[in-house]
């Protein structure tokens, strides 16, 4: 079973900066990807942003593209989204996702098996 843990999130003013972390135990899928989504209050869970984990090739919502960046590092197992030019629509939980990969939308939360629990990011005017 695959543990994910993210970290790096807290309370920043519009336009700063945060990078969030998610750490990765046990086996991941090396030939599938990882993702960030994220829940506002009283909204749906929505994508962010994902990675394939061996390309390294990259998706992001049209919300965050140009201030957000995902990167992997698989030395470490871990996963990071620099999140840069901060909104307070961007204020909400944010979670890591992993999933297998064959076929599946990494847009799509269906498309991943282990879920992080979360951490806050808040953004004030």
């Known amino acids: 079973q695959v543990q994910l843990v993210e970290s790096g999130g807290g309370s920043v003013q519009a336009g700063g900066s945060l990078r969030l972390s998610c750490a990765a135990s046990?086996?991941?899928?090396?030939?599938?990807?990882m993702g960030w989504f994220r829940q506002a209050p009283g909204a749906e869970r929505e994508f962010v942003a994902a990675?394939?984990?061996?390309?390294?090739?990259?998706y992001y919502a049209d919300s965050v593209k140009g201030r957000f960046t995902i990167s992997r590092d698989k030395s470490k197992n871990t996963m990071y989204l620099q999140m840069n030019s901060l909104k307070p629509e961007d204020t909400a939980v944010y979670y890591c996702?992993?999933?297998?990969?064959?076929?599946?939308?990494?847009?799509?939360?269906?498309?991943?098996?282990?879920w992080g629990q979360g951490t806050q990011v808040t953004v004030s005017s």
């Open positions: 046990g086996r991941t899928f090396g030939s599938g990807f």
């Open positions: 990675i394939i984990w061996n390309g390294a090739y990259t």
């Open positions: 996702a992993s999933g297998p990969g064959g076929g599946g939308s990494v847009y799509t939360d269906a498309a991943y098996k282990y």
